[in-house]
Nanobody, 120 residues
Framework: QVQLVESGGGLAQPGGSLNLSCAAS????????MGWFRQAPGKGRELVAT???????NITDSVKGRFIISSGNRENTVWLQMNDLRPEDPAVYYC??????????????WGPGTQVTVSA
């Protein structure tokens, strides 16, 4: 099992920034992919950005140039630096950790989520 704990969510003004952090513990040796998803009210959960072996591999078009994903501590921690926050960014942001073999997800773990609100 892998446990994930997010932090750093909260309220930001439009154009402002927040930095989300996710710390993984437990059997982290099985994890090779970590990332962030988000879910806005009434919408499905969508991928924001992911990293594999500390290399960014996916980032959704709507946040390119504004959000930066990074990791450290041999994939035990992943951050999401969110800049130029916009009205379409508010959501619950979830940390995700996976053990993947190619395109196959063998294990997937989720954090409880952290709320991001953008308001003047």
């Amino acid at each position: 099992q892998v446990q994930l704990v997010e932090s750093g969510g909260g309220l930001a003004q439009p154009g402002g920034s927040l930095n989300l952090s996710c710390a993984a513990s437990g059997s982290t040796f099985i994890v090779n992919t970590m990332g962030w998803f988000r879910q806005a009210p009434g919408k499905g959960r969508e991928l924001v950005a992911t990293m594999k072996h500390d290399v960014p591999v996916n980032i959704t078009d709507s946040v390119k140039g504004r959000f930066i994903i990074s990791s450290g501590n041999r994939e035990n921690t992943v951050w999401l630096q969110m800049n130029d926050l916009r009205p379409e960014d508010p959501a619950v942001y979830y940390c995700n950790a996976q053990s993947r073999a190619g395109a196959m997800v063998i294990y997937a773990f989720w954090g409880p989520g952290t709320q991001v609100t953008v308001s003047a």
